[in-house]
């Protein structure tokens, strides 16, 4: 193997700071990409789908759980699919692995779900033998073909305005490589991440970065509401950080 060069700490640390340089611009190019998929238009969501779920039959609007938004991936676990009837497919399982806590994107309003064709007693089998926790559907009908996953693996993200559901964004193939981490799934909601950084259109729901943040097992903990003085200090030099 052809190694870079060896260099002194000040050589390294200007070559560092040079690609730095660049990283902060891919971030701010990301966050400005997010800007854009907030004001995707909507796509109505006419058909009716049902599910099996942990608790019976489901419609799509019933698989939000009561929030406003509704991520849902397709992952390849049934027949016919490698790792049958022991694992789900490689790469969606791996995908699963990553992802974070749920908790911390349903106080953001948001569900994350998973969607199968493999029956429910088979998808319990294997979450618990891979300790995943979040929800996961059985699919029984066209939803997989209407939504650009019934070939592939892909993730939709959907929001709700009472009863009337919305498509609002869609990603498969190498776009679901960054999925699992809080942050990227809800920069492709409509709503993003709703902190007043962002830029959203007028009237989106937003609060002051940082302080929501809680442990996974403290939403909803009144106790843990308030951040204490140390905490927001902290935040504050947080932000005069990323201003830089």
């Known amino acids: 193997m052809k190694t870079p060069p060896i260099v002194s700490p000040q050589e390294w640390e200007a ?6 340089a660049k990283e902060k611009e891919l971030t701010r190019a990301r966050d400005a990409l997010a800007a854009e998929r907030r004001r995707m238009p909507w796509l109505a969501v006419e058909k009716e789908y049902e599910f099996d779920g942990p608790a019976g039959k489901a419609s799509l ?32 399982s791996m995908l699963a692995d990553q992802v974070g806590h749920v908790a911390h994107l349903n106080v953001r309003d948001t569900t994350l779900a998973f969607a199968s064709r493999a029956p429910q007693p088979d998808i319990e089998r294997l979450k618990a033998r891979m300790g995943w926790e979040m929800p ?19 993730t939709n993200a959907f929001i709700r305005d009472d009863n009337q559901v ?7 193939a190498r776009g679901d490589e960054q999925m699992g981490n809080t942050w990227n799934y809800l920069d492709i909601t409509a709503l993003g991440r709703q902190e007043a950084w962002e830029d959203s259109p007028e009237g989106y729901p937003q609060t002051e970065p940082y302080t929501w943040w809680k ?13 204490s003085e140390e905490y927001l200090s902290m935040i504050e030099r947080g932000l005069e950080h990323e201003s830089k």
Do not use: S
């Open 166 to 172: 919305y498509r609002t964004y869609f990603i498969d």
């Open 61 to 92: 609007l019933e698989v939000f759980e009561g929030r406003r938004q509704l991520i849902v991936y397709r992952a390849f676990f049934e027949p016919g699919v490698f790792g049958w009837p022991e694992h789900a497919c490689r790469g969606c």
């Open 215 to 227: 442990w996974h097992d403290a939403y909803g903990d009144g106790a843990a509401d308030a951040p």
């Open 15 to 20: 070559a560092h700071q040079q690609l730095l």
């Open 136 to 154: 996961w559907y059985t699919i029984t009908d066209d939803f997989d073909a209407d939504f650009g996953v019934d070939e592939w693996h892909g």
